[in-house]
């Protein structure tokens, strides 16, 4: 049921974003929302949230390599705190 009310919703609020918007926007709020219901706990939520403040702050980058540092910073953060978060567990 969810499923189904989920993807008539994103089929009528597809039909009330101007044209010119594009493709690309649909596919990045579709991958947004994958991305937020991979978020299950505080370190994964935290490592989203850097990531894509470091993909804003890098976006000048040549070659697109904002996402390279977003990935880089978010996993570097992840290996930091993931010990610890054990630890607390």
């Known amino acids: 049921l969810f ?7 994103g089929v009528f609020a597809g039909h009330a974003l101007p044209a010119r918007w594009g493709l690309e926007f649909a596919g990045t ?4 929302v994958l991305t937020c219901s991979l978020v299950t706990g505080k370190l994964r939520g935290l490592s989203a ?30 290996l930091m705190l993931e010990p610890r978060e054990d630890r607390h567990a």
């Open 3 to 9: 499923w189904q009310v989920s993807g008539l919703t």
């Open 49 to 78: 949230l850097l990531a894509g403040a470091t993909a804003l702050l890098a976006a000048n980058l040549p070659w697109k390599l904002s996402i390279v540092a977003a990935v880089a910073v978010s996993v570097a953060l992840c």
């Open 29 to 32: 709020l579709a991958l947004l």
